[in-house]
């Protein structure tokens, strides 16, 4: 099994920054890549950014020249820098991992979320 254990979230006022980061551990062989996503209430899921091992990244449009995704392939971790903060970006966030585990099987798995609000 794959864990996924997320944290930096929090209250915040509109135009200020934070800082999320998520770290797997568990039964990994390879991690092929990482990613954030998010829900509002009411709203569906929706893909925040995402990043691999290979480079490629990928940002959700409303996301995009404000917020930041890297990864520490050593440590699979990765983090989300987000600034200029709105309203609008208020959501639970929820850390996405995927690769290979140890049993030459897949996974995708996911982490419990933490919870964004951005508001004066």
């Known amino acids: 099994q794959v864990h996924l254990v997320e944290s930096g979230g929090g209250l915040v006022q509109p135009g200020g920054s934070l800082r999320l980061s998520c770290a797997a551990s568990?039964?990994?062989?390879?991690?092929?890549?990482m990613g954030w996503h998010r829900q509002a209430p009411g709203k569906q899921r929706e893909l925040v950014a995402q990043?691999?091992?290979?480079?490629?990244?990928n940002y959700a449009d409303s996301t995009k020249g404000r917020f930041t995704i890297s990864l520490d392939n050593a440590k699979d971790t990765v983090f989300l820098e987000m600034n200029s903060l709105d309203p609008e970006d208020t959501a639970r966030y929820y850390c996405?991992?995927?690769?290979?585990?140890?049993?030459?099987?897949?996974?995708?798995?996911w982490g419990q979320g933490t919870q964004v609000i951005v508001s004066s």
């Open positions: 990043i691999t091992k290979s480079g490629t990244i």
């Open positions: 996405n991992a995927f690769g290979a585990n140890a049993r030459g099987g897949f996974f995708n798995a």
């Open positions: 568990g039964d990994i062989s390879y991690v092929r890549g």
